[in-house]
Structure formats: C-alpha cells, structure tokens
C-alpha cells in the first residue's frame, strides 16, 4: 500500500485540497497530520483513497465527494459529508449541525453525538450517529437511511417526504408529515447489517426497539 | 459570520487572558475580516471608583488638547497613553476618578459632545480593546499579549450591518449596570420590539446597532435582578432571529443560542478552564481537549467565578 503523510500545520485550506487532490491520484492512503479543524476537507475528492484525519476537521469536511473512504480521528464542524454520492465519512468524536446533509449515497457515520439538522435534505445512502442528535433531525428528507442509536430531541423528520430514520433511544417529538410505524422484522435485519458492518455491537433486544420514522403516506 | 469566543479561569487567578483570546481569535478570524476586539476582566485591578476611559481622538489640531481640558475639570488624570492607529484618528487610553458610577454616563455623553472626539468605552474592572482590522494587527497595536485576566470575550466581525469603524467593533458595553459587555454573531429581527420598551425605560441607545440593543437588553435584566443564567433564558424567548450572543460580567461569562441553532457555538470545559467559542479550532488554542460540546438550539450556558 502506497501512503503518504500531509503536515496540515502551516497550510491554508486550498494548498491543503489541491495537495490531497495530486497525491490521491498516485497514493493508496493519505494520512492528514495537524488538521487543526480546517474547513472543506477533502472537498470534491473523487479518488478511490482512503484519507486518515488525525484530528479534528472543521465544517463541510468531505463535501461533495464521490469515493473516498475519510476516517476522522477526532470531531467535525457543520455539514460533515454534504452532497456526498459515494464513499464513506467516519468520525470517531462528535460532529456539529447537518451531519450528512443531502447525500445521495455513501455512508456517513458519526461515533458520537451530533448538533441539529442531521441528515437534512438527504436524497439517498446512509448516515449513522452513535449518540444523540438534535433538533429537526432528518428535516426535509428525501430517501436513504438516517439511523441514531441514542435519543432525537424535537420534531424529528419534520416535512420529510421520502426515506426512513431509525431511532433506538427517546424521542421527544415528531415534525409535521412524520409518523411513527412499527419497524418490520426486514428493517431490523437489515440495520443489523449495516451496523454490524460499521462495528456497533447491539443485542438482538436492542435491534426490536427501533423505531422507524418515515413520512404519512 | 462574525467569531465569538470567551474563556474564563475557574481558580479565579489572573491568567494570560489577552494571550489566550488573541489565538482563538486569530483561529476565528476567517469569520470577519472587518473588526476585532475584547473584554478583558480583571485586568485593571481599580480602587472604587476609579475608571478607564478609551476614546476616539482624530488627529485634528487641538482635539487632544480639548478633551484633556474636559477631562481635567472633572478628574486629575493619572495615567495616559496614546495608541496610533488606523484611519483618521487615534485611541487615547485613561485613568480619572469620579464621585460614583452613575457619573460615568452622562460624563461619557459630556466627553461626546466635543468635536473630532467619541469615547469608545468607560470601564472599571475591565479593559476594552476594540479597532479595525485584523487580530494581529490589533493584538500588536494594543499589546493585547500582555494582559492578564480572570476572564473576557472577543469577537472578530463580519460586517452585515452599521457601518465599519471603531465604535461598531465589538464588544459592545452597556451603562445601565457596570462593566457589561456583549459580542455577538448573528441579526435581531425584532430589534424595535426589544429596542422601545428599554428606551421608555430611559435607556440611552447611541446607534441602530442590534448587538447594542442585545447589551441594554441583557444589562437591563441583570439590573431587575435576574442572574446571568436566567437573563440568558429570557433571551432565547424574548429575541428574536438567528444568534448567538456571549455575555461578559465581572463576574462571568454566557452564551445564548437562538431557539432554531442558526447561529454557532461549541464549548468545552474542564476543573480549571470554560471555554466557549464559534468554531472548535478555537478552544483547541486554550483546551488541549476533545470533549466538545455543541450548544443545542435555545442553549443557554454561562459559568461565574
């Protein structure tokens, strides 16, 4: 495997992109040192790479990317994995407001805890958080899978349209054109999936106390 | 946009405040070019009734000289300094002595009244630094590096609205009760509704600028009583628009964040340390820590020493 390592440190974000952007073409890996929470990492990345974060990022990291397999050691501003259609986003800490904001596929999966609005405007693929997530989770959604495995707080898929959001702890209340319905032995098989597949160990109990939020229909 | 940040010591020791400040600034700066500036707490260590007044001279004969001549009608000057600056005019920094605070206001309005002069603050616990441009640059002019302090706020700003100068950098003070400072980032948009029921009060507002309405707000409230806290929760349902406002006292700092989260604010704490800021890069410059928190919409959170 072909690696290279980029010191962040002294980069403003263009020379950092543009840098990602040459060596994705002929490394297997790139591992970003001193991060320092910059914006719009990765952006537009459309290499087949895996990109090792070491740190945290700051907003848009991964945006509208088509690919690349992003690892974060750290947390990630707003807007983590925006517009992303393929690939994979992973933060281990926590990320801010509209976390996998309008992907159409891909994965996006936060560890820890996220802010407001996450999954907004999502048309497609798969965005897991670990912790809790706030207000007017999964907003405007349009497809794809919006899973969180702590609790959701106020109108959660408020004016969604299409899609599914899974939550396995307390929610506090739904948004307008959301309802509640009973998470189907299928959906439950296939979170196992998903999540087993991103390292989440559940019990079989636990995979019963989903509960499956889509739009009325 | 607009950066806010404030970090306050919980050992209620003197630390490198102004140090500290400078580098989560200088990390928000990407935010607003336009501005910058700080309040920082325990800084001037005042007897009673002692006070510092920072004010706007512009460099046109005899302005100096005639604001000197007021000054010394009312109160023998004990230190002074002149900082050049940018733009037409310069910051003179001084020390008076008055009979009490509720002198300083309408001396303030007195001092206004001279021509090529505009007093940009009058402060007894701590010190305002505020001017145009970037945070180094203003760090460097004001010897920011040295100052220490039990705490402070600071603001870099994107200008949205009033105009660019000194006096519409923030933080913003009020006079309603001493040694109140505002920065905020965001826009009031039921800025009339807040601003007329405090100006039937008697509340003086010296320009349309909403974050000076915030700060009359916030200073009226404490001034009926409420804590810092409970000030901060009236906010979140009396404001209106997107915002997230950090509030500096004597004793503390707050932040508020409007109820749809419209606005950023992330903070991180520890035994010695609370830290609050528009983006992480900037605690990471106090706090070598990854437990950060999102502030939720509607928030509110505050710590006072």
């Not at chain 2, 900082?83 to 310069?90: F, L, Q, R």
């Not at chain 2, 707050?254 to 010695?272: F, Y």
Request: hydrophobic letters at 35%; proline letters at 3%; a negative charge.
């Amino acid at each position: 495997m072909k690696e290279y390592v980029i010191d962040a440190k002294n980069m403003d974000e263009k020379e950092l992109n543009r840098t990602i952007k040459e060596q994705a073409i002929s490394h297997d890996k790139l591992i970003i040192d001193n991060p320092e929470s910059k914006h719009n990492i990765c952006a537009g990345l459309t290499e087949d790479v895996d990109i090792e974060i070491n740190g945290s990022a700051g907003y848009f990291v991964g945006t509208m990317v088509n690919g690349p397999r992003i690892h974060i050691n750290g947390n990630a501003g707003w807007f983590a994995g925006d517009n992303m259609t393929e690939g994979e986003l992973v933060i281990e800490g926590t990320a801010g407001d509209g976390a996998g904001q309008g992907i159409y596929g891909g994965t996006v999966i936060v560890k820890g805890s996220t802010g407001s609005r996450t999954g907004e405007i999502m048309k497609g693929g798969t965005v897991i958080i670990g912790g809790n997530s706030g207000f007017m989770t999964g907003l405007l959604m349009m497809g794809g899978k919006l899973i969180i495995l702590g609790d959701v707080t106020d109108d959660v898929g408020e004016s969604i349209m299409r899609g599914s959001i899974f939550v396995l702890g307390n929610v506090k209340s739904l948004g307008k054109n959301a309802v509640m319905e009973e998470c189907t032995p299928e959906d439950q098989k296939e979170l196992k999936e998903i999540l087993t597949e991103y390292g989440f160990e559940l019990t079989d109990t636990d995979y019963t106390n989903f509960k499956k939020i889509v739009n009325i229909q | 946009m607009c950066g806010i940040a404030g970090v306050i010591y919980k050992d209620k020791k003197t630390h490198p405040v102004g140090e500290a400040l400078t580098a989560m600034l200088e990390s928000l700066q990407h935010r607003g070019p336009d501005s910058a500036g700080y309040a920082i707490y325990g800084s001037l260590n005042f007897p009673d009734n002692y006070y510092q007044l920072n004010v706007e001279v512009k460099r046109k004969r005899g302005a100096l000289d005639n604001l000197k001549s007021l000054l010394t009608q009312v109160s023998p000057i004990f230190e002074e300094q002149l900082i050049e600056s940018v733009g037409d005019s310069d910051v003179y920094k001084c020390k008076i002595l008055l009979d009490e605070y509720s002198l300083l206001p309408s001396f303030i309005r007195e001092i206004d009244e001279l021509e090529n002069i505009r007093v940009i603050n009058g402060s007894h616990s701590f010190e305002m630094i505020k001017d145009t441009g970037k945070v180094k640059d203003i760090a460097e002019r004001f010897n920011v590096q040295s100052r220490m302090g039990t705490h402070g706020i600071g603001h870099t700003r994107f200008a949205t609205e009033s105009g660019v100068d000194r006096y519409h950098a923030h933080p913003y003070q009020s006079y309603i009760i001493p040694d109140i400072t505002v920065v905020h980032n965001g826009q009031i948009t039921n800025y009339w509704k807040i601003r007329d029921p405090l100006e039937r009060k008697g509340h003086t507002f010296e320009s349309f600028n909403d974050t000076e309405c915030i700060v009359h707000y916030m200073a009226d409230k404490l001034n009926q009583g409420y804590k810092l806290e409970e000030a901060l929760d009236q906010a979140v349902i009396d404001l209106d628009g997107p915002f997230s406002i950090l509030v500096g006292t004597p004793n503390g700092i707050g932040i508020a964040k409007d109820k749809l989260g419209l606005r950023p604010g992330v903070m991180v704490e520890t035994d010695e340390i609370f830290a609050i800021a528009s983006e992480e890069m900037a605690l990471h410059d106090v706090i070598d820590s990854n437990q950060i928190e999102q502030i939720a919409p509607g928030e509110t959170r505050a710590y006072t020493i």
